[in-house]
């Protein structure tokens, strides 16, 4: 089998002797309900019993720098949100098949964040179920079923959407329908990241072609983080969008990651870029740890959709998850925390840049806002990928209270990407506790 | 296209004319947003503000007697719940990554609900997600992929999933790997209930197999309740699920509808057939309307699936969602809603039968604790489904400021679902209402 992105940074049974009683118990209890499969962090895991802004609490009481989690983006347990859904929940939770105003003001508020001609949205209860809502628009749309990924994308867990996330590695097949291709990355590959990429997606939609698969979509993370994070040259992906649309397919913009803010740089990753997507899924962040997520898209995809079938998601759009969600829009909007990921972000990324000029072991930083990844290598080449290195960064930072995890599919890439309430000090905490073990080596 | 269920009870836009302003408003925003696919109950929709209990109320203060929403299954807006749910989102909303208390317990809680062998749960955030997972396992476990399930079954609308539901009318077709059976139909069909829908699944599976499609598994609703309600006599399933298993197949019941305690008669719709299922879905009501859901089965047959990938789920099982699930289990347990359902579903399904006594429309009165199904008919033949009538009945109720709905593939069945707080008082006005409402035809 492949590596698979969901045995990265995972338990491992030699960590249970550094566990204490408490965690050793639900270890066992854990276990006892969920089996073997649930993917736990860290060789001697975590439990957590609250959280705040951009901490969380074990069952000691220590406190842990989050430079991980990017679910609770306005922070853990922000008082503004949890207010909404306390007070939300305590009026109605009903489905859209009512009339609602909280339901209504929100969608619109959400679109208002979308230029023309991206003016409709469905709501979901994760960005696995838009993701798999977004191919069935991209089928109706163009009747084609072929689709192009990157290489180590993930794009989530449903049966269908699990066929176009190689990130799942070999235990999981791609679908016949499926092609992958490199990722845009200017750090390995060689020549000019755009041109190549395009190629690259161009290649892939003509052996679809020469198989009779008609092209559906190119679906990618506008980011590319699960690949190991490829931001620049900011503009690489207009060429692919323009082969594919050529190609008479669609762009499936995946915002679950970069969406709401995270990039420093405006709302949405694909931004960056100059393109305008014909279909943007979002999940995550976007009620700070509510289960909504949404699939925003043109009137006549939605129409081609609504013309072979209605759209009804039971918990999708509910009245609660859409008064957390239009208050996390609150908090962006008056913490300004777009502008802070770009100030944050910056500060984090010149540091590790700093570093990587004294320690070669880091071969590269890169990203957008407050999602860095850094490339952890091989001193003697600059190069190979150090996945054993890696590791112990992100275990010796926990160790030191500090949360990071690591991405790409050789999961030797550090993945930064905190609570948008990250400080300038929060920073400087993490590049002095990365520097403190690169110094250990 | 035939049917589908998604065009039940819809608006229409002749009802346009009977909108007030604010419903007026809010309809436009709604189509500008959603577009046209999103179904809205009603040809005169409803604008809920608030709600309590048993009861909605619109923007003008007017109060309806919810006797539908199975979602917010022990009362809208549960204080007990509220209270849960607004503790949680103050202290820690995280994912299933981390070792936790709430997590382990509550699914140690809700397992405690089911006899072994089923002793595993994973956690999702829609009975659509947990159904597609259920397929994904029955693959894993059997190498199959042959599945078999009722002819007019709603199962979800992931892309998977939607293959695997007719409800959904012709514009989204079956996959090639599905068969459908005549629902276990006592009213219309001929011949023993048991032994004939037995013997349909023998011969959907010989056909599976005679096109060299290896047969997974049945999938069934354990009430039927898309299909119109079949719930009698109980233990007509056993027959089936024993062809299934002499297949090499497995059994997954979609508890999704008739679970937790509707039935009244355990929290199971299957346990009424004496019958264990190898895989188990639920969803909507297990955390009165937050995002939760889940897949409950044997410890070898997630081992199968972890022995091609693992499973995280971002938001199932959130911690979070989890407190609401206790709550929900709480408030079960220390009300006693699986006795009264039992108790109130009886008052309501004898009264309902004392008025197909003297009125003929009423083909028929079936169900299982407050889940029931009433056949609208022509009073001529006391047979030919009647969907006009059961509509007229169905927007009758809404002027008259109650909520039911209808279902089945002619959509002519009443569906009767009210929380299960609802009352013996709250059944005598709902029966007094339809019975004011046949007299005048």
Known sequence: MSQSMLALNNFAAAGMSALDPVERSLLERRSRTFGSGVPLFYARPLNFVRAEGVWMFDHEGRRYLDAYNNVPSVGHCHP??????????????????????????????????FAAPLSRVLFTSSGTESVDLALRMAQYQTGGTGLVVTR???HGHSMAVAQITPAFGSGVAL???????????????????AENFAAAVQAAIDDLERHGIGFAALVTDTLFTSDGVFADPAGFLRPAVDAVHRAGGLYVADEVQPGFGRTGSGMWGYSRHGIVPDIVVMGKPMGNGMPIAAVVTRAEILESLAAHTGYFNTFGGNTVCCAAAAAVLDVIEQESLIARAA??????????????????????VRGAGLYLGVEIVAAADGQSPDTAAALRIVNGLRERQILISTCGAEGNVLKIRP??????????????????LLRQG
Chains 1, 2 share one sequence.
Do not use: K, W
């Open 175 to 193: 679908g016949a329908h499926v092609r992958t291709v490199a990722a845009p990355d200017g750090f390995r590959g060689t020549g000019p990241v």
């Open 80 to 113: 503004h949100v949890v207010a909404a859904i306390a007070r939300q929940a305590a009026q109605l939770n009903t489905h859209t098949r009512y009339l609602s105003d909280v339901v209504s003001s929100y969608a619109e508020r959400l679109l208002g964040y």
């Open 152 to 154: 180590f994308a993930y």
């Open 343 to 364: 100030r944050v972000g910056g500060v984090l990324r010149s540091g590790v840049a700093a570093l990587q000029a004294r320690y070669p072991v880091i071969g590269d």
């Open 419 to 436: 609570p948008l309430q990250f400080s300038e000090e929060n920073a400087a905490q993490l590049l002095e506790e990365i520097e403190s």
